[in-house]
């Protein structure tokens, strides 16, 4: 299981850190990540980080911005998300066990979603 937390309301220029708990079963083997859904629009990819944390891959729309970390003594990946903007507004997921596949990712096991809201 995955419990994914941390969203809220911010004002654009903000920052928020999401953290994703695993219990039930260990992640430290998988890759990790996020995805995000935005009212009327597809879930998409904004980040995964390998099963060592060695390896990130960052969608370009938060390149820069955001960061990815995991820290697998504790079963906890974290987002933190700086210089938020009003377009980031969505649902974000935390996922497990991704994979990339002709450019796109996909994962195996989901987290329930957090609102993270940005104001303008």
């Known amino acids: 299981q995955l419990q994914a937390s941390g969203g809220g309301l911010v004002q654009a220029g903000g920052s928020l850190r999401l953290s994703c708990a695993a219990s039930g079963r260990t992640f430290s083997s998988y890759g990790m990540g996020w995805f995000r859904q935005a009212p009327g629009k597809e879930r998409e990819f904004v980040v995964s980080i390998s099963w060592s944390g060695g390896s990130t891959y960052y969608a370009d729309s938060v390149k820069g911005r955001f960061t990815i970390s995991r820290d697998n003594a504790k079963n906890t990946v974290y987002l933190q998300m700086n210089s938020l903007k009003p377009e980031d507004t969505a649902v974000y997921y935390c996922?497990?066990?991704?994979?990339?596949?002709?450019?796109?990712?996909?994962?195996?096991?989901w987290g329930q979603g957090t609102q993270v809201t940005v104001s303008s």
């Open positions: 996922a497990a066990d991704l994979k990339e596949r002709f450019s796109r990712w996909y994962a195996d096991y």
